[in-house]
């Protein structure tokens, strides 16, 4: 079974500045998504795994090339603010199997800047993705907070509202929710390559990961959470990765 792991990230950030490639722990962040990657390559001699980084960034280049995975450029039309994560991992996939010369079965791809996970949370994206036959499988945790519970919204005309106004006295009568936490998106090869499909619009599924593992950097105080946690609680846990 052919794998391609992608490893994607701008050059830009509005939250944290320049995340991708901020030291964190004494390496850039990237680093330890692209370590992820390559221990999941080393422990998984029943596939065929290829990992490719994909940034409009000169600095991401450079660490590809030190950690001897492969490197995709990024076009400028492909590094917008808008533009969807999907549309870039496509590109990277198209241009990585022409490269190559073959034919990925499965691409996985995996968040620089959501790098709690583990080696058996890559392979348990990829297994499930192909035991139920998904178009996309992507990793959650369970949402702290229930829509049907106890959140509430504004709509339209500015009342606060029950987000889903259905009478549970409690919690654990509620459907469970999950929250999606940006780390593992296991794509079937061709639902990603047809630029007709969304991948979110055909059969998906999830794996769960601990609660715990919900933080991803998105905004300065991401970062500063994220060093405290590995720092104080992880670093055992992660003790591979970090």
């Not at 590809?64 to 603010?81: H, I, Q, T, W, Y």
């Not at 499909?197 to 609660?211: N, Q």
Request: glycine fraction near 2%; charge should be neutral.
């Amino acid at each position: 079974m052919n794998v391609l792991i992608t490893i994607c990230g701008r050059a830009g950030s509005k939250g944290a500045k320049n995340k991708n490639f901020r030291l964190f722990l004494g390496n850039p962040l990237i680093y330890y998504t692209i370590k992820s990657a390559k221990l999941f390559k080393e422990n998984s001699l029943d596939l065929k795994v290829d990992i490719c980084v994909n940034s409009d960034n000169l600095i991401a280049k450079e660490i590809a090339e030190r950690e001897k995975v492969f490197f995709v450029e990024r076009p400028s039309e492909l590094a917008m603010d808008k533009t969807p994560k999907v549309d870039a991992i496509r590109d990277v996939l198209i241009k990585m199997e022409k490269e190559k010369g073959k034919k990925y079965d499965y691409v996985i791809d995996l968040d620089i800047t959501a790098p709690l996970r583990k080696i058996k949370d890559i392979r348990n994206a990829l297994e499930k993705t192909v035991k139920t036959r998904s178009d996309v499988v992507f990793s959650v945790v369970p949402a702290r907070r229930n829509p049907y519970f106890n959140m509430v919204e504004k709509d339209k005309k500015g009342k606060i509202v029950f987000s889903k106004p259905v009478a549970y006295t409690c919690r654990q009568d509620a459907p469970e929710v999950y929250d999606m936490n940006a780390s593992i998106y296991c794509y079937d090869r061709n639902t990603l390559v047809d630029v007709s499909k969304d991948p979110f619009d055909e059969k998906i599924d999830v794996i769960i990961m601990p609660e715990v593992y919900v933080v991803d950097i998105d905004h300065e105080e991401d970062f500063n959470v994220m060093e405290c946690l590995v720092k104080n609680y992880y670093k055992d846990e992660f003790n591979e990765i970090f």
